[in-house]
């Protein structure tokens, strides 16, 4: 990818690692809290299938619950 497209992706990530950075000196706790939120989120998108590829450890601080989700 060149031109205007790979500059909108460049500035694109170049705001995420400031915003990363930002809130890497903020509280643990909040930074726990919003990473918890991040994940929920992707998982939901992926259709469940993000928590599977994650530790428990994990799964569980971002209320995700068992890897595989029991079917009904």
């Given at each position: 990818m060149?031109?205007?497209?790979?500059?909108?992706?460049d500035d694109d990530a170049a705001e995420l690692i400031a915003q990363l950075r930002e809130l890497a000196g903020a509280d643990p706790a909040?930074?726990?809290q919003v990473v918890a939120e991040v994940l929920a989120a992707l998982d939901r998108a992926a259709g469940g299938a993000l928590r599977e590829h994650l530790p428990e450890t994990i799964r569980l601080d971002a209320g995700l619950g068992p890897a595989h989700p029991a079917r009904s």
């Amino acid at each position: 990818m060149t031109g205007p497209e790979q500059a909108a992706t460049d500035d694109d990530a170049a705001e995420l690692i400031a915003q990363l950075r930002e809130l890497a000196g903020a509280d643990p706790a909040d930074v726990r809290q919003v990473v918890a939120e991040v994940l929920a989120a992707l998982d939901r998108a992926a259709g469940g299938a993000l928590r599977e590829h994650l530790p428990e450890t994990i799964r569980l601080d971002a209320g995700l619950g068992p890897a595989h989700p029991a079917r009904s």
